[in-house]
C-alpha cells in the first residue's frame, strides 16, 4: 500500500514539473517583442533644390574608345634621298648576267629584248643587231637551249662622281639540247653600268670566253 503512494506521488510531481514547463514557455512566447519586417522604399525627392557632392560619381560622357589618341605623324618628305651605291649595281649586274644567260630558241628572244628597259641606248642598239642576226639565222626544228645562275659578284671598279661602275658576275651554266642535259660549267661575265636619271644601266656586257 505504501508502494502505490509513492508511485502515485511520483506521477502527481512528474505531472506537476510538465504543467509549470508549458506555462513558462507560453509566457515566453508572449513577452518576444514584435518586428517589423516591412520594407523601407526610399522616396526620391523630384524638388528643384539638389546638392551637389564631390563624393558622387558622375557618369562619363565619353567611352574610353573616344579618348584622343597620341599619333606620331611621319613626314618622308625630311627623309634623305637614297643614294645608289656599289651595292646596288652589283645587284642590278647580276639580274642581268642571270636573264641575259638563259635562253632557248624557242623563246622568240626574250631573254635580251625583256633586258631594254634596264639598258642604255648604246647597249639597246646592240640588242637590236643581236637579235636581228640571230632571226636571221635558220632554225632546226630541235629544242636547245642554256640556263644561267649568278653566284658571285666582285666590284671592280665604282666611280661615285661619274657614275660608272664596272662588275665581274661569276656563274654557273647549263646547257640543254632535246631531251639531253649538257654538264654544268662556270662562266664570268664583265658587266659595265652607268647610272642615268638615278638608276643603274647596263651599258656593256661582255662574256669571258671559254
Do not use: C
Not at 6 to 16: D, F, P, R, Y
Not at 110 to 134: F, G, H, Q, R
Not at 136 to 142: F, L, N, V
Amino acid at each position: 500500500m505504501m508502494e502505490n503512494r509513492k508511485k502515485v506521488g511520483l506521477l502527481i510531481i512528474i505531472a506537476a514539473a510538465l504543467i509549470l514547463a508549458i506555462i513558462i514557455i507560453m509566457f515566453l512566447k508572449k513577452t518576444e517583442p514584435v518586428v517589423d519586417i516591412t520594407p523601407v522604399i526610399p522616396t526620391l525627392n523630384t524638388g528643384a533644390n539638389l546638392v551637389a557632392s564631390d563624393n558622387v560619381p558622375i557618369a562619363p560622357t565619353s567611352t574610353p574608345g573616344d579618348a584622343p589618341r597620341n599619333y606620331q605623324t611621319y613626314d618622308i618628305s625630311k627623309e634623305a634621298p637614297y643614294k645608289l651605291n656599289a651595292i646596288d649595281a652589283s645587284k642590278t649586274a647580276a639580274l642581268f648576267a642571270e636573264v641575259l644567260g638563259s635562253f632557248s630558241n624557242q623563246s622568240n628572244y626574250e631573254n635580251v629584248t625583256s633586258l631594254e628597259i634596264y639598258m642604255t641606248p648604246k647597249m639597246k642598239e646592240w640588242s637590236d643587231k643581236y637579235v636581228a642576226d640571230l632571226r636571221a639565222q635558220k632554225y632546226s626544228g630541235e629544242y636547245s637551249g642554256i640556263t644561267t645562275q649568278a653566284l658571285t659578284t666582285k666590284v671592280l671598279s665604282y666611280d661615285e662622281k661619274t657614275g660608272k661602275a664596272k662588275i665581274e658576275i661569276q656563274t654557273q651554266r647549263q646547257e640543254h639540247h632535246v631531251d639531253t642535259l649538257g654538264a654544268s660549267f662556270l662562266q664570268k661575265m664583265t658587266v659595265e653600268l652607268l647610272k642615268v636619271n638615278d638608276e643603274w644601266k647596263i651599258d656593256g656586257a661582255f662574256w669571258e670566253k671559254k
